[in-house]
T-cell receptor
Framework: EADIYQTPRYLVIGTGKKITLECSQT?????MYWYQQDPGMELHLIHY???????EKGDLSSESTVSRIRTEHFPLTLESARPSHTSQYLC??????????????FGAGTRLSVL | GQSLEQPSEVTAVEGAIVQINCTYQ??????LSWYQQHDGGAPTFLSY????GLEETGRFSSFLSRSDSYGYLLLQELQMKDSASYFC?????????FGKGTTLSVSS
């Protein structure tokens, strides 16, 4: 059973607001990821982290930022939300091994709507 | 860079067998993975192939041919609950790159 949690599950906010999407895992995984996924589309990697104090941008350009101060916590922040940020945001984590690194555990996601 | 190709949609009836193909291009290969995602839900890991051949897990099997840069997911004895999107994925460094997904619709 994967133990990775995202809050909130749903969020509707107005343009210009600052928001933080929370992601926590209790599996002790070093690696964590954020993906953006529009309905019926593929997952796009927007940020990832190798471990504490290590973050990298993914393939999809994103105006969001992330931090990794604790192993279990990987929040994503939008300083000024826009309607183009409306999407589902999925957090995931994995072990560091060559094989086990292919197994990512996903949270339930946050569906964000920016009006 | 990495790219993956898989069919966008597949339809089948309950009890049937369906195969979802995936071809990939990647610099450096660390294995091919498969994930299932029900509508609106979280993707869940199904299988992983690092070496050529068939891996079987219950009703689901996954195959890999590294020389052909090709793999497939085989679903047997289809059930209605298997209706979902299926994604193949390859590693790039520490991250996974996902295909566009195949929507499987199972009818009775």
């Amino acid at each position: 059973e994967a133990d990775i949690y995202q809050t909130p599950r749903y969020l509707v906010i107005g343009t210009g607001k600052k928001i933080t999407l929370e992601c926590s895992q209790t599996m002790g995984h070093d690696k964590m990821y954020w993906y953006q996924q529009d309905p019926g589309m593929e997952l796009h990697l927007i940020h990832y982290s190798y471990g504490v104090n290590s973050t990298e941008k993914g393939d999809l350009s994103s105006e969001s930022t992330v931090s990794r101060i604790r192993t279990e916590h990987f929040p994503l922040t939008l300083e000024s939300a826009r309607p183009s940020h409306t999407s589902q945001y999925l957090c995931a984590s994995s072990e560091s091994g060559t094989g086990t690194g292919n197994i990512q555990y996903f949270g339930a996601g946050t569906r964000l709507s920016v009006l | 860079g990495q790219s993956l190709e898989q069919p966008s949609e597949v339809t089948a009836v309950e009890g049937a067998i369906v195969q979802i193909n995936c071809t990939y291009q990647t610099s450096g290969f660390y294995g091919l993975s498969w994930y299932q995602q029900h509508d609106g839900g979280a993707p869940t890991f199904l299988s992983y192939n690092a070496l050529d051949g068939l891996e079987e897990t219950g009703r689901f099997s996954s195959f890999l041919s590294r020389s052909d840069s090709y793999g497939y997911l085989l679903l047997q004895e289809l059930q209605m609950k298997d209706s979902a999107s299926y994604f193949c994925a390859v590693r790039r460094g520490t991250a996974l790159i996902f295909g566009k997904g195949t929507t499987l619709s199972v009818s009775s």
